[in-house]
């Protein structure tokens, strides 16, 4: 059965009751500032999987309220079958398994199977300060799977020849084990039976009583079945290096450590080594811990890849972890609140043309943080490096949580476009119109058509708003045409100008005017005369229509000016 579902209350951080859904096909992403308790929901479902004994009892400092239950809330859905169970713990007591009645979940409950068969299927939990012993003890875990699966494929007697010879053999162990067993127990009764007679005798003389007397009963054997092998079983792994070979994974460096133990798991996935994995749960706290950023760039490969055939959960401050190269349709994106975790973002089933990926490949080889956009309060593409320079420097001014995306070009900005429509952002655009005088027709009905392609990825989603500077952002704010190599220093001047009087008090105040129209979208203000709101696809019909049929007069001026000077000369 898959979680659907998870609450804790009175755990840690989390005073009152706090609640998250995941969806059944999603890879889910936990962000959100620290101390927030991303961790601590990681750590809380791995605790509701574990059995209820009192060595698994949670400590009493980890109780928010002395003298209240912590309580762990999980649903769980396979298809049309749904159960809600719930885990209680009172300080310094073995825990307890209820259902949603509150009716305690016995031998002889209902759901005491269902809840063999939940907490049999403990997760893979991954944290960044896992001691030796934790280490040790999630090998066992992936070792116990794949030896499980194998063990299901030779009881149903599948594989090639080598395997099924194997499954012969393992079938006979099942059928000569409880005839030995059977053996062992008549020959130990024999043995015990003169023990009994012998402490009997002893009773009886002791106590005066000739009717006391004292029987061993050997148990009876329930048959052999793939635990019984489970639990004879160890497993190692060691690391092998030109310094020392041999070394136990539990003593190398965490960064070695996390990612040995992720790609065994992607690996053996990836070999069907541990069945389908449906139900099985990855729980990874800060992947991204103790990680060289290629080595991030790796982990979000192999997670991807994990996330495509099992239940995968991680908290992550890291933008890099998540690549937009991927299928979006599995990504489930949180941020972790006071009593929710709020879902920012939920992928949709959309498709992305060849030029799209392209672009896509493209911004994360120049600019590895565009995906930071999962972590901010507010979006706002930008066509050019004048204007993300300049929203930067005043985001970092006024302390903003606000992510600015330099697309380097309009078909760019229609492909970011597609992705934040895809999780239902809302974000802000601004881009140049570049309605230059100096260009051809022929360039200005292609600048027409890139401005409209902009406007149809917003269709009717009032969340998204565009904004274009007329002709270009550096004409909009009043400095005219500057060349590219001068483009940083002159933004850079301007930014840093602190008279109301100097050579860029006026572009400064338009910046900072466009800003504050940008960011605050409660208010709308007047936008200074270079810039403007679009609303409507005549909105840039207004810019270009007229400039295109004066250039295509001019040209066709001009052509007839070149033809009848080839004639005159042709005819002399």
């Known amino acids: 059965m898959r979680l659907t579902n998870f609450s804790v209350t009175n755990y840690k951080v989390f005073k009152d009751t706090f609640t998250i859904d995941f969806s059944k096909d999603s890879i889910a992403i936990l962000t959100g500032r620290n101390n927030t308790g991303k961790s601590t929901i990681l750590e809380a479902i791995n605790c509701f ?241 103790f990680l060289h950023p290629e080595a991030v760039r790796a982990l979000s490969r192999s997670l991807y890849k994990i996330g495509e055939k099992m239940p995968l959960m991680i908290s992550t401050h890291s933008p890099i972890l998540i690549d937009l190269n991927e299928n979006h349709t599995s990504i489930q994106v949180f941020r972790v609140g006071e009593k929710e975790a709020i879902q920012l973002y ?55 949580n606000v992510h600015i995306i330099r697309a380097r070009g309009k078909a760019t900005i229609c492909t970011l476009m597609k992705i934040l429509n895809q999780f239902n952002s809302s974000y802000d655009v601004l881009h140049d119109v570049d309605n230059h005088p100096k260009h051809s027709s022929k360039t200005l009905k292609a600048q027409r058509t890139n401005c409209i392609n902009i406007l149809k990825q917003k269709g009717n989603n009032s969340n998204i708003r565009i904004f274009c500077s007329i002709s270009n952002f550096e004409n909009a704010i009043d400095i005219g045409d500057v060349p590219n190599n001068k483009k940083t220093q002159t933004i850079y001047e301007i930014l840093h100008g602190t008279s109301d009087t100097d050579e860029f008090a006026k572009p400064r105040r338009i910046v900072e005017n466009l800003f504050e129209q940008i960011l605050n979208r409660d208010e709308e203000k007047t936008l200074d005369i270079g810039f403007l709101r679009v609303n409507a696809e005549q909105d840039y019909e207004d810019f270009f229509v007229g400039l295109i049929q004066q250039k295509t007069d001019e040209e066709m001026e001009e052509k007839k000016k070149k033809e009848e000077e080839e004639k005159v000369v042709s005819n002399q």
């Open 49 to 289: 999987f574990q059995k209820a004994s009192k060595t698994n009892a949670i400590s009493n400092d980890c109780f928010s309220e002395a003298n209240k239950e912590i309580v762990l809330k999980a649903e769980f859905e396979s298809g049309e079958d749904k159960i809600t169970i719930i885990k209680k713990y009172t300080e310094g007591t073995a825990p307890k398994f209820y259902d949603e009645s509150g009716d305690e979940i016995k031998a002889s409950h209902v759901l005491r199977d269902k809840l063999d068969e939940i907490l049999n299927n403990q997760p893979f939990y991954i944290t960044p300060a896992m001691l030796p012993d934790d280490i040790n003890g999630l090998i066992q875990n992936i070792y116990s799977e794949i030896l499980k699966n194998n063990l299901e494929k030779l009881e149903g007697n599948e594989g090639n020849a080598e395997e099924k010879e194997l499954a012969e053999e393992y079938a006979k162990l099942k059928k000569s084990y409880p005839e030995f067993l059977r053996k062992l127990k008549l020959n130990t009764d024999r043995l015990l039976e003169q023990v009994s007679g012998d402490v009997s005798d002893n009773l009886r003389t002791l106590f005066s009583n000739e009717h006391l007397s004292l029987n061993v009963v050997g148990g009876e054997s329930n048959g052999f079945s793939s635990a019984d092998i489970l639990k004879s079983t160890n497993s190692t792994v060691n690391i092998d290096s030109h310094k020392q070979p041999g070394m136990p994974l539990a003593n190398q460096g965490t960064g070695l450590q996390r990612m040995s133990l992720i790609y065994l798991i992607q690996n053996m996935i990836q070999n069907k080594l541990m069945g389908e994995g449906d139900n099985k749960l990855l729980l990874i706290d800060e992947p991204e811990a």
């Open 346 to 400: 939920k992928s949709e089933r959309e498709k992305f043309d060849d030029n799209d990926i392209q672009n896509m490949k493209i911004l994360n080889y120049v600019d590895s943080y565009v995906n930071e956009f999962f972590f901010a309060d507010r979006i706002i593409i930008v066509e050019g490096d004048t204007e993300y320079i300049a929203f930067k420097h005043l985001a970092k001014l006024r302390n903003e």
